[in-house]
């Protein structure tokens, strides 16, 4: 009897989860009730109405062909030729003009020369000099030194 309800209680259990997972499903699947419903569009108000139509093109009407009563000569009139007033051409003084720029070079710039090497002699008077500096830690003519930010306007 007691096997009985535990499979009773699984059997329950199983398709109330059966239940709960697949019935959202079935949910998306069902269509719309209000889709077979009748489309209703609002009407227009009168002063748009107007409006369109007032826009619309009028209808064109097709005249109706009406056959030609003259004939088309046969030959055609020869082309002559007409002489034509051309203008003449003007004479133009040439000024003399100086150049605008220097026209540039077609050859590549040349490297400018490097700077020789310091001597050995020089490289040790430098340090020397360095190091004959006095050495100074503190400064004493302002405050000390923050890292805070100076551009705050406030």
């Known amino acids: 009897m007691n096997l009985v309800r535990l499979l009773f209680g699984y059997a329950l259990a199983s398709a109330g989860l059966s239940v709960a997972l697949f019935s959202p499903v079935f949910w998306l699947l069902t269509p719309d009730p209000t889709l077979g419903l009748e489309s209703w569009v609002a009407p227009l108000p009168p002063r748009i109405a107007e409006s369109i139509e007032r826009k619309r093109a009028p209808q064109v009407v097709q005249p109706e062909r009406v056959a030609s009563t003259t004939q088309a000569p046969d030959v055609l ?42 001597t050995v002699e020089r490289n040790a008077r430098e340090l020397a000099r360095w190091q004959a500096r006095p050495v100074t830690t503190a400064r004493t003519d302002s405050g000390p030194v923050t890292t805070a930010r100076t551009d705050f306007p406030y």
């Open 77 to 118: 009139p020869e082309m002559n030729e007409a002489p034509a007033a051309l203008p003449e051409k003007q004479m133009s003084v040439a000024l003399p003009v100086e150049p605008v720029a220097k026209k540039r070079a077609l050859h590549a710039r040349q490297p400018a020369p490097r700077k020789p090497r310091p």
